[in-house]
């Protein structure tokens, strides 16, 4: 369907005990987009566990754009981009604060406007074609 409507599909390996082989057979299968997300309640469940310990080993795999989400620190995030990821999802930063789905901090426009700068500032040292 995504071809016929000139769409993209997105695979996400969220949860896959083997996250680099299921990209893999992802991409084989046609798979325009890889997303490393680790969730919410995984999160809370292995504290400190971040979609940059599967990212590296996910982009070996595959050579699809991949998409890097799952509560990343916007240093995490531009991290993730230097690592090679061609996408980050901010979701975190924006609408979860500690443990509890509720906005960070109520006024978004100084936040998000200090995402897209550093992003931006960012993206001289990697390439993000």
Known sequence: MAKEYNGKVMAD?????????????????GVDYIIV???FDERNMIP?????DDLP?????VDIPVQAVGGLTIDQ???TLEMGAQIVVFG???????TEFKAADPNFEPLIH????????????????
Request: hydrophobic fraction near 40%; proline fraction near 7%; charge should be positive.
């Open 13 to 29: 390996v969220m949860l896959c005990p083997d996250k680099p082989g299921r990209a893999r057979q992802a991409q084989e299968m």
């Open 37 to 39: 997300h680790t969730g």
């Open 48 to 52: 400190g566990l971040s979609p940059l």
């Open 57 to 61: 080993a996910v982009l070996k795999a």
């Open 77 to 79: 995030a531009i991290q």
């Open 92 to 98: 975190a930063p924006l609408v979860i604060s500690g």
């Open 114 to 129: 200090d995402i897209v700068q550093r992003v931006k500032g960012a993206g001289n040292s990697f390439n993000n074609s």
